[in-house]
């Protein structure tokens, strides 16, 4: 059977509590409030810059065992770098987040719009990437969607990231033995409330992906929508299951 992880796009949310964390829900109780409903949570902060060594360790202390950690990969390396000579701000990144060592689940590398396909540079990243760890890359150029890219992607065992977002629906490139899947909002970025029928659609798409695990994980935080919607998917796919 197929296993499902879903979660949201990071659980720091002040305006959460009330709609989704309790009155009393404090910044230093969200993630222990968070894990009592998801079992994954995606990192976006290790985006913006290396977490510190207490944070990481700190982060695994709290939560629960079997929980996973998806951390996006520094924009220094995706968007600065633009994954060329980036073998020590790699090294310093995987570092720090093997601090989280069995709660580390897949790692996310987002691609900034304007980066176009270069497949050289993107095998020279692919190559240094370590094998026993989960990757997934998101695509925001359509550019990048081709056969060859395709099979770069399988050579390597890395995920192509499945996407709902304004102007981009990616919900059938497959390229590793797990999927990783990320709700932005289709109508608007971060504030879309997914509607019964959209969530009924894409539960249906999940379940007929030809891999043995997937990742997911809701980016539309605005007015608590993420963790709502994320609920929604995991009783549809149980039901489903």
Not at 27 to 50: A, I, Q, W
Not at 68 to 82: D, G, Y
Request: charged fraction near 30%; charge should be positive.
């Amino acid at each position: 059977m197929k296993r499902y992880r879903l979660g949201c796009s990071g659980w720091s949310y002040s305006d959460w509590i009330g709609k989704f964390y309790p009155e009393e829900c404090t910044p230093k109780t969200m993630l222990e409030e968070y894990c009592k409903h998801f079992d994954t949570v995606e990192l976006n902060m290790s985006f913006y810059r290396l977490p510190f060594e207490q944070m990481v360790k700190s982060w695994k202390e709290r939560t629960p065992k079997g929980f996973l950690f998806s951390p996006k990969l520094s924009r220094q390396i995706t968007h600065l770098k633009k994954l060329k000579d980036s073998e020590e701000l790699l090294s310093a990144f995987l570092d720090r987040m093997g601090l989280l060592g069995e709660k580390l689940g897949p790692i996310l590398i987002q691609l900034p719009p304007g980066l176009k396909p270069d497949l050289t540079v993107l095998e020279n990243f692919l190559r240094i990437l370590p094998t026993k760890k989960k990757f997934a890359i998101e695509f925001r150029n359509r550019e990048w969607f081709s056969s060859k890219t395709r099979a770069m992607l399988e050579k390597y065992r890395v995920a192509t990231c499945l996407i709902d977002s304004p102007g981009m629906k990616i919900d059938d490139e497959v390229t590793a033995p797990f999927a990783y899947v990320r709700w932005h909002g289709s109508s608007a970025w971060y504030a879309h409330d997914y509607s019964k029928s959209e969530i009924d659609k894409w539960a249906k798409t999940l379940a007929e992906l030809d891999v043995k695990e997937v990742f997911g994980y809701w980016n539309n935080d605005v007015n608590a929508y993420a963790p709502k919607n994320c609920l929604s998917m995991i009783r549809k796919l149980g039901r489903i299951e």
